[in-house]
């Protein structure tokens, strides 16, 4: 392997190995007479490797510097360990410092808050828990692409620059190089035209699946929403799969198969790391990840959903009635209380819905489904697009949208029209879901939310 072995291939040895060299931070030192041990850890697992450093090796006189978060090579012999809980350690024949790390440093082996971790989002990742955070999420981006890919989705990168509001809410970046007044004249702006960072990459998704079956996209999006909560963020990451020839039904099939693999590989790929936010995170994450794994989600249309809630006798902080939008507590009372299972809520007014949505016969609702599971709530958004011209065109009437501005999306249903479905899938809110992590900060390298953009 390039540059020695990673950590968690050295303790994965089935017997002892001569001349191992492995490199990594400190985080502990212990010194007893004519002996120091050194915890030493890479990232590549949770666990440390203990290193046995007698006093007359070479190297051994820098050890005063082998201070907590310093940099560090040690080659050695990798030999049983008489500690308990521990199945290796290193006996070091030679120590290099390669970086000090001065008194200054941080990330002292104490309890630290995650709010002041977020103040030091640069070095967060040597700890324990984020170490474990950013290793699922690595672990799981690779899930998501092998799910889709084994499916035969073909992976399209759409836009980040776009012209297209795709929620039609208005939540957007402006993306512009001119000075002043930047509406004064738009046609003389970079793009000629007004622009904007992308909310969804659908739209643009849609153009690929009608023309190659079935697609996804992977990729960052960002919402101008001045929304300082737990699970908003202002640049997060969407999976976005698009299928031709697809209705409602199928699409719900996807979303609700798509959630159990992605906890069935959380669960068997990183257990170790599932465990320790298990144990200092969510009691019930194990739980809950089983409860969704082999529990068959209930589909309930959305009026019955608002009944039941109605019926509940329960008092929500928000209201509830026909018409609004279900919130988390709604969502969450849903699965983890009434059905005692992962819920699809489907068949929403079509008010509440973005233009793209499939109008229903009733005139009343359209083919919109959200997939729910406890612990968040909401993790999936789809819907079945509608793909009659007419019916679109009176739609973006009624959303104040200028047909003019979606001329190339009309076209989709001009040539060779046919019935289309997908949904959304925050990554971010995925990963929350998957480790217990309550805050959407904390499962992002570098958050962007509403006056912060640091590092």
């Known amino acids: 392997m390039v540059n020695g072995l990673i950590i968690k291939h050295v303790l994965a040895s089935t017997e002892p190995r001569q001349a191992v060299t492995v490199k990594?931070?400190?985080?502990?030192?212990?010194?007893?007479?004519?002996?120091?041990?050194?915890?030493?850890?890479?990232g590549s697992c949770l666990a440390s490797l203990q290193v046995v450093v007698d006093a007359g090796i070479p190297g051994a006189e820098h050890l005063p510097q082998f201070t907590t978060g310093a940099s560090v090579v040690v080659e050695g012999n990798l030999v049983p360990s008489p500690a308990k809980g521990q199945k290796w350690e290193l006996r070091a024949s030679r120590v290099e410092l390669v970086g000090a790390a001065d008194a200054s440093y941080p990330l002292q082996k104490k309890g630290h808050t995650m709010e002041f971790l977020r103040t030091i989002a640069h070095l967060r990742p040597r700890s324990n828990l984020f170490g474990a955070v950013f290793r699922v999420r690595s672990r799981l981006a690779f899930a998501v692409h092998k799910f889709f890919q084994d499916r035969d989705f073909v992976y399209v990168h759409t836009p980040i620059i776009t012209a297209s509001d795709c929620e039609g809410a208005g939540e957007l970046f402006r993306v512009t190089s001119l000075k002043g007044n930047i509406d004064e004249k738009p046609e003389a702006d970079f793009f000629s035209k007004r622009t904007f960072l992308t909310v969804s990459g659908q739209l643009e998704g849609e153009a690929f699946a009608c023309a190659l079956s079935r697609i996804y996209t992977f990729g960052p999006t960002f919402r101008a929403e001045n929304s300082n909560t737990a699970r908003h963020a202002a640049e997060f990451w969407m999976i976005e799969p698009e299928m031709a020839f697809c209705d409602l039904q199928a699409d719900?099939?996807?979303?609700?198969?798509?959630?159990?693999?992605?906890?069935?590989?959380?669960?068997?790929?990183?257990?170790?790391?599932?465990?320790?936010f298990e144990k200092f995170v969510d009691k019930e994450l194990g739980h809950r990840l089983r409860f969704v794994v082999e529990r068959p989600f209930v589909r309930v249309p959305y009026t019955e959903a608002i009944a039941v809630l109605k019926k509940s006798g329960r008092k929500f902080e928000?209201?509830?009635?026909?018409?609004?939008?279900?919130q988390a507590e709604h969502e969450r009372f849903l699965t983890e209380e009434h059905f005692k299972s992962p819920v699809t809520v489907y068949n929403y007014p079509r008010e509440i819905k973005p233009f793209y949505m499939r109008l229903n016969d009733d005139g009343q609702t359209v083919t919109a489904m959200d997939v729910l599971v406890p612990g968040i709530g909401e993790v999936i958004g789809g819907a079945q697009r509608e793909e009659r011209l007419d019916q679109l065109a009176e739609n973006m009437k009624l959303h104040n949208l200028k047909p003019e501005d979606y001329g190339w999306y009309l076209d989709l249903r001009r040539y060779g029209a046919v019935p289309h479905a997908g949904f959304g899938l925050g990554f971010e809110r995925l990963l929350m879901f998957l480790t217990g992590v309550p805050n959407i900060r904390d499962v992002i390298p570098f958050a962007r939310t509403p006056g912060n953009a640091e590092f």
Do not use: H
């Open 24 to 42: 990594g931070w400190v985080r502990t030192r212990r010194d007893a007479k004519g002996f120091s041990f050194l915890e030493l850890n890479d």
């Open 318 to 326: 928000f209201p509830v009635d026909y018409g609004l939008n279900l």
């Open 252 to 276: 719900m099939d996807l979303g609700e198969e798509f959630i159990k693999a992605m906890a069935q590989y959380a669960r068997e790929q990183c257990a170790d790391d599932l465990a320790l």
